[in-house]
């Protein structure tokens, strides 16, 4: 089973794209989510994460700009990022927190052009 990732996309500086990631509700359900993203060159990080709750966290590059999202129903979480910028060109992925490394699948790529 792997999370896949949806919605990605070029975009020019200071617009938005709206990521979703469908799980199946065994996975869903019982596990805190997450959207990571690898830029080139660089480690994977996590740029936002969800609890089953709804309570979320961001990394600091993206607080303000990034929310998180799910549907518990739909069994899917979500990222609308807004004000994108050039360093938020990455490949984006999600995966459950913390992760589990059969989950990753080929994620989404977003570039943003200045």
């Known amino acids: 089973v792997q999370l896949q990732a949806s919605g990605g996309g070029v975009v020019q500086s200071g617009g938005s794209l709206r990521l979703a990631c469908a799980a199946s509700?065994?996975?869903?359900?019982?596990?805190?989510m997450g959207w990571y993203r690898q830029a080139p060159g660089k480690q994977r990080e996590l740029v936002a994460s969800?609890?089953?709750?709804?309570?979320?966290l961001y990394a600091d590059s993206v607080k303000g700009r990034f929310t998180i999202s799910r549907d518990n129903a739909a069994n899917t979480v979500y990222l609308q990022m807004n004000s994108l910028k050039p360093e938020d060109t990455a490949v984006y992925y999600c995966?459950?927190?913390?992760?589990?490394?059969?989950?990753w699948g080929q994620g989404t790529l977003v570039t943003v052009s200045s």
């Open positions: 995966n459950i927190v913390p992760i589990r490394q059969q989950l």
């Open positions: 509700g065994s996975i869903f359900s019982i596990n805190d």
């Open positions: 969800i609890t089953g709750g709804g309570s979320t």
